[in-house]
Protein backbone atom coordinates (compact mmCIF):
# COMPACT_ATOMS: atom_id res chain seq x y z
CA UNK A 1 0.00 0.00 0.00
CA UNK A 2 1.03 2.99 -0.91
CA UNK A 3 1.63 5.60 2.00
CA UNK A 4 1.72 8.78 0.23
CA UNK A 5 2.94 11.80 1.95
CA UNK A 6 1.08 11.30 5.32
CA UNK A 7 1.97 7.81 7.42
CA UNK A 8 -1.05 5.35 8.68
CA UNK A 9 -2.32 6.65 11.60
CA UNK A 10 -2.81 3.68 15.00
CA UNK A 11 -5.12 5.61 17.64
CA UNK A 12 -5.11 3.23 21.30
CA UNK A 13 -7.93 4.37 23.28
CA UNK A 14 -6.69 2.92 26.79
CA UNK A 15 -8.02 2.40 30.23
CA UNK A 16 -8.95 0.53 32.87
CA UNK A 17 -12.58 -1.07 33.12
CA UNK A 18 -15.11 1.77 34.46
CA UNK A 19 -13.14 4.15 33.53
CA UNK A 20 -15.11 6.23 30.56
CA UNK A 21 -12.37 5.16 27.70
CA UNK A 22 -15.64 4.77 25.36
CA UNK A 23 -17.73 8.07 26.45
CA UNK A 24 -14.32 10.14 24.59
CA UNK A 25 -13.72 7.56 22.04
CA UNK A 26 -16.88 8.65 20.64
CA UNK A 27 -16.15 12.21 20.86
CA UNK A 28 -12.28 11.20 19.17
CA UNK A 29 -14.62 9.69 16.59
CA UNK A 30 -16.41 12.53 15.15
CA UNK A 31 -13.20 13.92 13.97
CA UNK A 32 -13.29 14.16 10.18
CA UNK A 33 -9.36 12.43 10.32
CA UNK A 34 -10.77 9.61 12.20
CA UNK A 35 -9.99 6.37 11.46
CA UNK A 36 -11.92 4.14 9.11
CA UNK A 37 -10.81 1.04 10.49
CA UNK A 38 -12.15 0.94 14.26
CA UNK A 39 -11.28 -2.31 16.62
CA UNK A 40 -13.58 -2.88 19.86
CA UNK A 41 -13.72 -6.34 21.47
CA UNK A 42 -16.42 -5.56 23.05
CA UNK A 43 -18.41 -4.21 19.80
CA UNK A 44 -17.43 -7.61 18.71
CA UNK A 45 -18.26 -9.77 21.43
CA UNK A 46 -22.20 -8.53 21.34
CA UNK A 47 -22.06 -9.45 17.20
CA UNK A 48 -21.64 -13.19 18.24
CA UNK A 49 -24.64 -15.31 18.85
CA UNK A 50 -25.33 -15.79 22.77
CA UNK A 51 -26.88 -15.05 26.08
CA UNK A 52 -25.06 -14.05 29.14
CA UNK A 53 -24.20 -17.69 30.08
CA UNK A 54 -21.77 -17.98 27.33
CA UNK A 55 -20.34 -14.18 27.66
CA UNK A 56 -17.23 -15.16 29.10
CA UNK A 57 -16.34 -17.19 25.96
CA UNK A 58 -17.81 -15.42 23.77
CA UNK A 59 -15.51 -12.53 24.99
CA UNK A 60 -13.00 -14.45 24.34
CA UNK A 61 -13.60 -14.82 21.20
CA UNK A 62 -13.93 -11.30 20.10
CA UNK A 63 -11.02 -10.30 21.76
CA UNK A 64 -8.76 -13.18 19.54
CA UNK A 65 -10.67 -11.82 16.44
CA UNK A 66 -10.17 -8.16 17.68
CA UNK A 67 -6.06 -9.24 17.78
CA UNK A 68 -6.78 -10.78 14.19
CA UNK A 69 -7.71 -7.55 13.23
CA UNK A 70 -5.31 -5.65 14.18
CA UNK A 71 -2.32 -7.52 12.93
CA UNK A 72 -4.45 -7.58 9.99
CA UNK A 73 -4.30 -3.73 9.84
CA UNK A 74 -0.29 -3.44 10.95
CA UNK A 75 0.54 -6.11 7.96
CA UNK A 76 -1.02 -3.69 5.16
CA UNK A 77 -0.08 -0.58 6.93
CA UNK A 78 -4.06 0.20 7.17
CA UNK A 79 -4.91 3.67 9.60
CA UNK A 80 -6.98 1.52 12.54
CA UNK A 81 -7.65 2.86 16.03
CA UNK A 82 -8.89 0.17 18.11
CA UNK A 83 -9.96 0.27 22.50
CA UNK A 84 -8.27 -2.08 25.00
CA UNK A 85 -8.26 -1.99 28.92
CA UNK A 86 -4.36 -2.14 28.33
CA UNK A 87 -3.73 -4.45 31.27
CA UNK A 88 -1.56 -6.74 29.57
CA UNK A 89 2.00 -6.00 27.74
CA UNK A 90 0.33 -7.34 24.20
CA UNK A 91 -0.56 -3.96 23.74
CA UNK A 92 2.78 -2.38 24.34
CA UNK A 93 4.04 -4.96 21.53
CA UNK A 94 1.34 -3.40 19.20
CA UNK A 95 2.40 0.28 19.82
CA UNK A 96 6.38 -0.63 19.13
CA UNK A 97 5.04 -2.73 15.56
CA UNK A 98 3.16 0.06 14.50
CA UNK A 99 6.34 2.37 15.42
CA UNK A 100 8.80 0.31 13.56
CA UNK A 101 6.44 0.15 10.99
CA UNK A 102 6.21 4.05 10.59
CA UNK A 103 2.76 4.30 12.43
CA UNK A 104 1.79 7.88 13.72
CA UNK A 105 0.95 6.29 16.63
CA UNK A 106 -1.42 8.73 18.87
CA UNK A 107 -2.35 7.08 22.75
CA UNK A 108 -5.42 8.13 24.51
CA UNK A 109 -5.55 7.08 28.12
CA UNK A 110 -8.32 7.31 30.19
CA UNK A 111 -8.62 6.59 34.02
CA UNK A 112 -9.05 7.77 37.48
CA UNK A 113 -7.26 8.31 41.08
CA UNK A 114 -8.84 5.63 42.87
CA UNK A 115 -10.11 1.74 41.27
CA UNK A 116 -13.10 1.86 43.35
CA UNK A 117 -14.53 4.63 41.20
CA UNK A 118 -14.23 2.15 38.53
CA UNK A 119 -15.77 -0.95 40.37
CA UNK A 120 -18.96 1.69 41.61
CA UNK A 121 -19.13 2.47 37.34
CA UNK A 122 -19.12 -0.97 36.58
CA UNK A 123 -21.74 -1.72 38.67
CA UNK A 124 -24.02 1.11 37.28
CA UNK A 125 -23.41 -0.12 34.23
CA UNK A 126 -24.65 -3.51 35.09
CA UNK A 127 -27.70 -2.02 36.59
CA UNK A 128 -28.34 -0.60 33.23
CA UNK A 129 -27.91 -3.96 31.39
CA UNK A 130 -24.42 -3.93 30.38
CA UNK A 131 -21.77 -6.66 31.21
CA UNK A 132 -20.30 -7.16 34.50
CA UNK A 133 -16.93 -7.82 35.00
CA UNK A 134 -15.66 -9.09 38.90
CA UNK A 135 -14.40 -6.65 41.26
CA UNK A 136 -11.22 -8.26 41.73
CA UNK A 137 -10.18 -8.25 37.85
CA UNK A 138 -11.43 -4.68 37.53
CA UNK A 139 -8.26 -3.95 40.89
CA UNK A 140 -6.04 -5.79 39.07
CA UNK A 141 -6.40 -4.77 35.67
CA UNK A 142 -6.35 -0.87 37.17
CA UNK A 143 -2.97 -1.37 38.78
CA UNK A 144 -1.47 -3.03 35.87
CA UNK A 145 -2.83 -0.99 33.11
CA UNK A 146 -1.10 2.08 35.14
CA UNK A 147 1.97 0.49 35.52
CA UNK A 148 2.37 0.06 31.34
CA UNK A 149 0.91 3.40 30.72
CA UNK A 150 4.58 5.07 30.79
CA UNK A 151 6.20 2.69 28.74
CA UNK A 152 2.96 2.82 26.61
CA UNK A 153 3.33 7.02 26.52
CA UNK A 154 7.07 6.23 25.20
CA UNK A 155 5.89 4.17 22.32
CA UNK A 156 3.52 6.94 21.34
CA UNK A 157 4.55 10.13 18.72
CA UNK A 158 2.28 11.49 20.87
CA UNK A 159 -0.06 10.64 24.42
CA UNK A 160 -3.60 12.48 25.78
CA UNK A 161 -4.53 11.31 29.01
CA UNK A 162 -7.59 12.53 30.74
CA UNK A 163 -8.62 12.59 34.43
CA UNK A 164 -12.13 11.21 34.29
CA UNK A 165 -12.45 10.95 38.36
CA UNK A 166 -15.58 13.66 38.17
CA UNK A 167 -17.02 15.57 35.41
CA UNK A 168 -14.42 18.14 35.65
CA UNK A 169 -12.34 16.42 32.69
CA UNK A 170 -8.49 17.00 32.72
CA UNK A 171 -5.72 16.22 31.20
CA UNK A 172 -2.13 16.66 29.70
CA UNK A 173 -1.01 15.67 26.16
CA UNK A 174 3.05 14.99 25.75
CA UNK A 175 4.49 14.60 22.45
CA UNK A 176 7.54 12.07 21.88
CA UNK A 177 7.71 11.75 26.19
CA UNK A 178 7.53 15.79 26.66
CA UNK A 179 4.47 17.69 28.35
CA UNK A 180 3.55 20.13 25.59
CA UNK A 181 -0.01 20.78 27.12
CA UNK A 182 -2.06 20.38 30.53
CA UNK A 183 -4.63 21.81 32.11
CA UNK A 184 -4.39 24.35 35.02
CA UNK A 185 -4.80 21.73 37.57
CA UNK A 186 -3.89 17.64 37.13
CA UNK A 187 -4.34 14.97 39.72
CA UNK A 188 -1.48 13.46 41.56
CA UNK A 189 -2.25 10.26 39.52
CA UNK A 190 -1.16 11.86 36.70
CA UNK A 191 1.66 13.59 37.74
CA UNK A 192 3.01 10.35 39.23
CA UNK A 193 2.65 9.25 35.47
CA UNK A 194 4.73 12.28 33.98
CA UNK A 195 7.62 11.57 36.84
CA UNK A 196 7.83 8.26 35.68
CA UNK A 197 8.42 9.16 32.38
CA UNK A 198 10.73 11.68 32.70
CA UNK A 199 13.02 9.41 35.28
CA UNK A 200 12.85 6.40 32.72
CA UNK A 201 13.92 8.70 30.21
CA UNK A 202 17.10 10.01 32.32
CA UNK A 203 17.92 6.47 33.28
CA UNK A 204 17.27 5.00 29.38
CA UNK A 205 20.19 8.05 28.11
CA UNK A 206 22.36 7.12 31.40
CA UNK A 207 22.59 3.95 30.17
CA UNK A 208 23.03 4.18 26.83
CA UNK A 209 25.85 6.97 26.91
CA UNK A 210 27.77 4.59 29.67
CA UNK A 211 26.99 0.97 27.30
CA UNK A 212 28.08 2.57 24.50
CA UNK A 213 31.42 4.72 25.72
CA UNK A 214 32.36 0.61 27.01
CA UNK A 215 31.39 -1.35 24.24
CA UNK A 216 31.27 0.60 21.26
CA UNK A 217 28.26 -0.62 19.53
CA UNK A 218 24.65 -0.10 18.94
CA UNK A 219 22.14 -0.85 22.00
CA UNK A 220 18.87 -1.93 20.47
CA UNK A 221 15.49 -1.97 22.32
CA UNK A 222 14.37 -5.30 22.30
CA UNK A 223 11.71 -6.45 19.88
CA UNK A 224 8.95 -7.68 23.18
CA UNK A 225 6.49 -8.99 20.20
CA UNK A 226 8.12 -12.19 19.27
CA UNK A 227 12.33 -11.06 20.01
CA UNK A 228 14.93 -13.27 20.77
CA UNK A 229 18.17 -12.72 22.43
CA UNK A 230 20.99 -14.47 23.81
CA UNK A 231 24.10 -13.09 26.29
CA UNK A 232 25.66 -11.37 28.76
CA UNK A 233 23.66 -8.98 31.19
CA UNK A 234 25.96 -6.50 31.32
CA UNK A 235 24.31 -3.58 32.84
CA UNK A 236 20.97 -3.55 35.19
CA UNK A 237 19.08 -0.49 36.26
CA UNK A 238 15.90 0.45 38.01
CA UNK A 239 13.81 -0.03 35.36
CA UNK A 240 16.23 -1.81 32.47
CA UNK A 241 18.95 -4.76 31.50
CA UNK A 242 21.25 -4.50 29.26
CA UNK A 243 22.15 -7.67 27.46
CA UNK A 244 25.43 -7.52 25.30
CA UNK A 245 24.38 -9.73 22.21
CA UNK A 246 27.29 -11.49 20.08
CA UNK A 247 26.67 -8.19 17.47
CA UNK A 248 25.00 -5.46 19.54
CA UNK A 249 23.79 -4.57 22.85
CA UNK A 250 19.41 -4.83 23.97
CA UNK A 251 17.78 -2.93 26.50
CA UNK A 252 15.37 -4.85 28.13
CA UNK A 253 12.06 -3.56 29.93
CA UNK A 254 12.93 -5.24 33.34
CA UNK A 255 9.32 -5.05 34.26
CA UNK A 256 8.58 -7.12 31.12
CA UNK A 257 10.60 -10.27 32.11
CA UNK A 258 9.52 -13.05 33.44
CA UNK A 259 11.87 -13.39 36.06
CA UNK A 260 15.10 -11.12 37.87
CA UNK A 261 18.20 -11.04 35.56
CA UNK A 262 21.85 -10.00 37.69
CA UNK A 263 24.66 -8.60 35.84
CA UNK A 264 27.50 -11.47 34.87
CA UNK A 265 24.18 -13.87 34.24
CA UNK A 266 24.19 -15.17 30.42
CA UNK A 267 20.78 -15.62 29.19
CA UNK A 268 18.11 -16.25 26.62
CA UNK A 269 15.37 -13.85 26.54
CA UNK A 270 12.93 -14.77 24.40
CA UNK A 271 9.38 -12.22 23.66
CA UNK A 272 5.87 -13.30 22.93
CA UNK A 273 3.55 -10.85 22.93
CA UNK A 274 5.16 -8.24 25.30
CA UNK A 275 6.32 -11.14 28.08
CA UNK A 276 9.97 -11.95 27.64
CA UNK A 277 10.93 -15.56 29.26
CA UNK A 278 14.25 -15.97 30.89
CA UNK A 279 16.02 -18.95 30.66
CA UNK A 280 19.47 -18.55 32.13
CA UNK A 281 22.53 -20.46 30.62
CA UNK A 282 25.40 -20.18 32.62
CA UNK A 283 26.96 -16.86 35.48
CA UNK A 284 30.12 -15.93 34.25
CA UNK A 285 31.11 -14.96 37.99
Request: proline content about 4%.
Amino acid sequence: MSQGVNPPRLIMFAGPNGSGKSTITRTFQQQLDFPTIYINPDEITKMIPGDESTYLERSKQGARLASNQRQLSLAIKESFAFETVMSHPSKLAILQQASDALYDVTLVFVGTENPQINVERVARRVQDGGHDVPTEKIIQRYYRSMALLPQAVENANRAIIFDNTDRSVRGVVLENGQVVEQAQTIPEWIERIITTVSTRAQERNNLLRVAANKQEIACNTAQINSGEYIGEICYVSSYYAVQQTRLFLVMHERALLNSAVEVGQVAQIRYREGVGSVELILSTD
